[in-house]
């Protein structure tokens, strides 16, 4: 029996169309911190597309939300 797929942030950045290597990753979270209020799922850095999938995602507490939660965490200032 197959259990569900085990993705990465990689795996998030290709499905939501972006460069996928760990360091278009690092530079992407880098040029786009979000405000300590803002929430990922409805920043304006995302595209019509790309909004909706991680918003419905999100709802459905799907396969990808620990990743979009990973994302979420290291998008946020820490100070």
Known sequence: MLGEPNYTINDLFAQ?????????????IENNKLAKDEELIESKIWDEK????????WKK???????????????????
Do not use: C, Y
């Not at 909706?52 to 995602?57: H, K, R, S």
């Not at 939300?65 to 994302?71: A, K, N, R, S, Y």
């Open 50 to 57: 790309q909004r909706m999938f991680l918003q419905e995602e």
């Open 61 to 79: 507490d799907a396969v990808w939300v620990e990743i979009i939660d990973e994302l979420n965490v290291r998008m946020h200032p820490t100070a």
């Open 16 to 28: 939501l169309g972006l460069e996928s290597s760990d360091e278009a990753i690092d530079k992407f």
